[in-house]
């Protein structure tokens, strides 16, 4: 693949950006093919800021507040949240969270993000999950930045329960799923 010109590479990279602000440098370098260094100093002329940058704007954006459990209780930070419709958290996978020959996420903790995310897009001031239908895709590994996003599908067919679909991403690769029950403590639908 030919190098494209600095003028539609800048506009290929703010279209990748656009479409996934979770992107690193290292992916960008990847998909533009060319040097990390290239896409930083891209980075620099459009003003775009550095991954962790993006996401502290994106958590400072306003969005509803967790009603179901303490804000600290969510595994993973808050990104993007519409109680009773959709939510998306950040989880980085460091040490502590990894077994230590392989390098290789433990499943609860890619569970508990995708679960305490489920729990806290439910607008009610107690969301407890009933039950869970979960599949791991491929392991998450130490380093790796697990976005998840979870979307409210079905409110009140089942008195005081929701159903809630969390999918987890690595980049652009999925790597959990899970289909959730929530139990809510008003019994009913909000809208």
Known sequence: MERLPKRQRHQQLSKLLDENPFLTDRELTRQLKVSIQT???????????ELR???????ERSYDSVR?????????????????????????ISEEHVFSRSGI?????????????????INDEIALTA????????PA??????IAKAYVRTMGEQKGKA?????????EEMVFQGNFIIYRSAGESKT
């Open 163 to 171: 159903k809630v679909e969390v999918f987890t991403y690595v980049g």
């Open 53 to 59: 940058e993006r996401l502290k704007l994106m958590a």
């Open 68 to 92: 179901s459990l303490p804000l600290h209780e969510v595994i993973g930070d808050i990104l993007d949240l519409q109680l009773d419709k959709s939510g998306i958290s950040l989880f980085e």
């Open 141 to 146: 590994r130490l380093g790796e930045k697990c």
């Open 39 to 49: 896409i930083r100093l891209d980075r620099l002329e459009l003003a775009i800021p």
């Open 131 to 138: 039950s869970a239908d979960i599949r791991f895709i491929r």
């Open 105 to 121: 996420a433990r499943g609860h903790h890619v569970f508990a993000q995708a679960n305490s995310l489920a729990v806290a897009v």
